[in-house]
């Protein structure tokens, strides 16, 4: 079973730009969550969605979105791009609701200049 | 509000040597809890999970953790460390009573194993 493939692996932006990540879950996992991951905050929520609705959302601004499609896969956006958000954004996938196994992807790495 | 405490910034150990990293947390009902560890430039791995039943937990490459209610501690151990298991531990919890699946993670523990 393929894992969780996020693209790209890297990616270097300029202040002000737009990114998006992608992310595909483990065939059949519904559910897929975002994670930031920063030397100085760690691993802070972003948002989850399962069936194409986003279920919760972290702390963070309106800058930062997602959305998923009717395949589960699913994407973040981040809009003008501030050096504050460079970082490791982390996905993970989950069956359903109850399986409580998170698989996460490699991440992608996003350094903003 | 939940939480997830790791005191241990970096906890260093020699091989051969039991090891232990320490996790204490906070959530307003009962949780479930994760240990995930994380090599350099990678995504994190899943170790084990406590959901219910038995305190003592077995999980991958060796690793158990125990679940202690009174304390609200879940403290991830090996009998026997390895070189290979210098990595970021990281343990998380999960609200028992949220219909999501959203995770609260601790800020992390330095493993560094020594021949």
């Known amino acids: 079973k393929a894992g969780v493939t996020q693209t790209p692996r890297y990616l270097i932006k300029t202040r002000g730009q737009q990114v998006t990540l992608s992310c595909s879950p483990i065939?059949?996992?519904?559910?897929v969550s975002w994670y930031q991951q920063t030397p100085g905050q760690g691993l802070q929520f972003l948002f989850e969605y399962f069936s194409e609705t986003q279920r919760n959302k972290g702390n963070f601004p309106g800058r930062f979105s997602g959305r998923q499609f009717s395949n589960s896969r699913s994407e973040m956006n981040v809009s003008t791009l501030e050096l504050g958000d460079s970082a490791l954004y982390l996905c993970?996938?989950?069956?359903?609701?109850?399986?409580?196994?998170?698989?996460f992807g490699s991440g992608t790495r996003l350094t903003v200049v | 509000a939940q939480s997830v405490a790791q005191p241990e910034d970096q906890v260093n150990v020699a091989e051969g040597n039991p090891l232990t990293v320490k996790c204490t947390y906070s959530v307003s009902g009962n949780p479930y809890l994760f240990w995930y560890v994380q090599y350099p430039n990678r995504g994190l791995q899943f170790l084990l999970k406590y959901i219910t039943g038995d305190n003592l937990v077995k999980g991958s490459y060796g690793f158990e953790a125990e679940f202690n209610k009174s304390q609200t501690s879940f403290h991830l151990k090996k009998p026997s460390a390895l070189v290979s298991d210098s990595a970021l531990y990281f343990c998380a919890v999960r609200d028992r009573s949220s219909n999501t699946g959203k995770l609260i993670f601790g800020q992390g523990t330095t493993l560094q194993v020594k021949p």
């Open positions: 065939s059949g996992h519904r559910s």
């Open positions: 993970a996938s989950t069956e359903t609701d109850r399986n409580y196994g998170y698989t």
